[in-house]
């Protein structure tokens, strides 16, 4: 593996990173490149089958479900950043990816990542009209509110990283860069850079604040204000029911935010130990294939129209439940 170098105003101008991926022993590079692209198809699948499902069924043409079609395409999108070079790099002995090619899947990632933090958010405040204030639920949750709140998550999402990119982009990169991950990540560029990378770092500090601080608080405060709600419902049937609308989207939350806050919380230098590439395994792989799977068989109404739409069974009758369960 050979890194091209080019000499320019006394710094090394780096063209190609090598990414070190797993330390695993060549013989199971095979097993776990099959491994990881039954998992990336299954993703793909379940996403794209829960996206099918919500536009052909009249009945989930819903706030909640017009936002969870966003985020099933947000997430087909989010694994097929890392995944496809990922099972590249286990077949091939060259594990290079290029200056621009590295820069371009940090980008996108970072994109996807940010705008997921907010789509959580989005989502959440939803389960708060729907829960505080059923009766006005279709007077705020518009058609025009959802898309403003949707692409509002999107352009979030590409400013955050269009940001992050400038600064990483312009840092220099000596020698042979191995970055000690199986792909492009903010921390192990920033390790592997030779200059001062302490601006870039604060930018990446504070873009990171606002991108997770603000979506979790919006998250917290929604669902502190939906248990006061609940708690005052008299029946225990209602609780119940309450509680189980926002089972599932506070279930994929907490595994998102968990398994990324892990990482991006710990210092830069953590990123030397082979540890992390197992939680971001978590958060790019797992997380993703988890998260239609949480929510369809939480949800009578998405397993129905699923019924439906694979089995063809038309005239069969569906309970009408407008609640994530």
Same mark, same amino acid.
């Given at each position: 593996? @050979?890194?091209?170098?080019?000499?320019? =105003?006394?710094?090394?101008?780096?063209?190609?990173?090598?990414?070190?991926?797993?330390?695993?022993?060549?013989?199971?590079?095979?097993?776990?490149?099959?491994?990881?692209?039954?998992? &990336? $198809?299954?993703? $793909?699948?379940?996403?794209?089958?829960? @996206?099918?499902?919500?536009?052909? =069924?009249?009945? *989930?043409?819903?706030?909640?479900?017009?936002?969870?079609?966003n985020?099933?395409?947000?997430?087909?999108?989010? %694994?097929?950043?890392?995944?496809?070079?990922?099972?590249? =790099?286990?077949?091939?002995?060259?594990?290079?990816? #290029?200056?621009?090619?590295?820069?371009?899947?940090?980008?996108?990632?970072?994109?996807? %990542?940010?705008?997921?933090?907010?789509? *959580?958010?989005?989502? !959440?405040?939803?389960?708060?009209? !729907?829960?505080?204030?059923?009766?006005?639920?279709?007077? @705020?949750?518009?058609?025009?509110?959802?898309?403003?709140?949707?692409?509002?998550?999107?352009?979030?999402?590409?400013?955050?990283?269009?940001?992050?990119?400038?600064?990483?982009?312009?840092?220099?990169?000596?020698?042979?860069?191995?970055?000690?991950? &199986?792909?492009c990540?903010?921390?192990?560029?920033?390790?592997?850079?030779?200059?001062?990378? #302490?601006?870039?770092?604060l930018?990446?500090?504070? $873009? +990171?604040?606002?991108?997770?601080?603000?979506?979790?608080?919006?998250?917290?405060?929604? &669902? !502190?204000?939906?248990?006061?709600?609940?708690?005052?419902?008299? #029946?225990?049937?209602?609780?119940?029911?309450?509680?189980?609308?926002? +089972?599932?989207?506070l279930?994929?939350?907490?595994?998102? &935010?968990?398994?990324?806050?892990?990482?991006?919380?710990?210092?830069?230098?953590?990123?030397?130990?082979?540890?992390?590439?197992?939680v971001s395994?978590?958060?790019?792989? @797992? %997380?993703?294939?988890?998260?239609?799977?949480?929510?369809? $068989?939480?949800?009578?109404?998405?397993?129905? !129209?699923?019924?439906?739409?694979?089995?063809?069974?038309?005239?069969?009758?569906?309970? =009408?439940?407008?609640?994530?369960?």
């Amino acid at each position: 593996m @050979i890194t091209k170098v080019l000499e320019a =105003d006394n710094h090394t101008v780096t063209t190609h990173f090598v990414l070190l991926g797993f330390p695993t022993r060549p013989a199971f590079q095979l097993p776990l490149f099959f491994v990881f692209l039954a998992i &990336y $198809l299954l993703t $793909l699948v379940e996403n794209f089958l829960i @996206i099918l499902v919500i536009h052909s =069924d009249g009945q *989930l043409h819903k706030p909640m479900y017009f936002f969870l079609s966003n985020f099933s395409f947000l997430e087909m999108w989010y %694994v097929t950043v890392i995944s496809p070079k990922m099972q590249i =790099d286990f077949l091939s002995h060259d594990k290079t990816i #290029s200056f621009n090619g590295c820069m371009t899947q940090l980008y996108f990632f970072v994109t996807f %990542v940010c705008t997921e933090y907010i789509f *959580l958010a989005a989502m !959440a405040f939803d389960r708060y009209v !729907a829960i505080c204030n059923p009766l006005r639920y279709p007077l @705020i949750m518009t058609n025009q509110l959802c898309g403003t709140l949707a692409a509002g998550c999107w352009f979030c999402g590409l400013m955050t990283a269009m940001i992050k990119i400038v600064f990483i982009a312009r840092l220099h990169y000596c020698g042979t860069p191995h970055i000690n991950h &199986y792909f492009c990540d903010i921390s192990p560029l920033l390790n592997v850079s030779c200059e001062d990378s #302490s601006e870039a770092e604060l930018v990446d500090f504070f $873009l +990171a604040l606002m991108v997770i601080a603000v979506p979790l608080c919006v998250v917290v405060a929604s &669902y !502190a204000t939906i248990l006061t709600t609940v708690l005052r419902i008299p #029946s225990s049937q209602g609780c119940q029911k309450a509680f189980s609308t926002c +089972a599932s989207h506070l279930a994929v939350v907490i595994l998102f &935010y968990s398994t990324t806050l892990f990482t991006y919380a710990r210092p830069k230098l953590m990123y030397a130990y082979n540890s992390n590439k197992m939680v971001s395994v978590l958060y790019t792989i @797992i %997380v993703p294939l988890l998260n239609p799977i949480i929510y369809c $068989l939480r949800n009578r109404e998405v397993k129905a !129209a699923l019924r439906k739409t694979i089995l063809c069974k038309g005239s069969e009758p569906r309970e =009408d439940v407008t609640a994530i369960n």
